[in-house]
């Protein structure tokens, strides 16, 4: 059974940084791209980055770019974010979510989802 | 890619027939994927490629659409069925959704 595990969240004043993970199992981790998705309270879905299985391709989305980075460790079953230069508009839920086919190349569907860890930005 | 759902709410009851549309702000062929999402819970994938149905989605779901204009039915509505339901391109980054459309009893 795929299971992805985030953790990492926490409260953390603006201008600060929090660096989430997540594990992941009962897959072949280092065949999947993976992404994370954000949803502010009360509020819909939106994509934040991905990173192709080996790590050579990576994106961000526009609202994040030059201040989150994604990385993975392939050995360790592990992704990461690591969210410098927090805002409070970046307080949300982080979804880790896997892609649907297996390959090294980004893609936009996500058939396995963790259960969320809550990123608060607060002064 | 702008994504635009309609309606953002309705009302049904068990065993109503359910549509769900989402409009693309260009063509996407069928990049098109639906989600369902219950209270504090992770999206679940539904549809994929507009119109395929994801392994273990009950039957009862149903996509269909191409180029800018798609839909989600819901043939006979269960209990379990009122949630969230989000449209999502994923034609280019960045991967977009629409609003979502809330499921009521």
């Known amino acids: 059974e795929v299971q992805l595990v985030e953790s990492g969240g926490g409260l953390v004043k603006p201008g600060g940084s929090l660096r989430l993970s997540c594990a992941a199992s009962?897959?072949?981790?280092?065949?999947?791209?993976m992404n994370w998705v954000r949803q502010a309270p009360g509020k819909g879905l939106e994509w934040v980055s991905s990173?192709?299985?080996?790590?050579?391709?990576?994106d961000y989305a526009d609202s994040v770019k030059g201040r989150f980075a994604i990385s993975r460790d392939n050995a360790k079953n592990l992704l990461y974010l690591q969210m410098n230069n927090l805002r409070p508009e970046d307080t949300a839920v982080y979804f880790c979510?896997?892609?649907?086919?297996?390959?090294?190349?980004?893609?936009?569907?996500?058939?396995?989802w963790g259960q969320g860890t809550l990123a608060t930005v607060s002064s | 890619i702008q994504m635009t759902q309609s309606p953002s709410s309705l009302s049904a009851s068990v065993g109503d027939r359910v549509t769900i549309t989402c409009r693309a702000g260009?063509?996407?062929?069928?990049?098109l994927n639906w989600y369902k999402q219950r209270p504090g819970k992770a999206p679940q994938l539904l549809i994929h490629?507009?119109?395929s149905l994801q392994s273990g989605v009950p039957s009862r779901f149903s996509g269909s659409g191409y180029g800018t204009d798609f839909t989600l039915t819901i043939s006979s509505l269960q209990p379990e069925d009122f949630a969230t339901y989000y449209c999502?391109?994923?034609?280019?980054?960045?991967?977009?959704f629409g609003g979502g459309t809330k499921v009521e009893i």
């Open positions: 999502q391109q994923s034609y280019s980054i960045p991967f977009t």
């Open positions: 260009q063509d996407i062929t069928s990049y």
């Open positions: 490629a507009a119109s």
């Open positions: 009962g897959f072949t981790f280092s065949s999947y791209s």
């Open positions: 990173i192709s299985s080996s790590g050579n391709y990576i």
């Open positions: 979510a896997r892609v649907v086919l297996a390959g090294d190349y980004v893609l936009g569907t996500f058939d396995n």
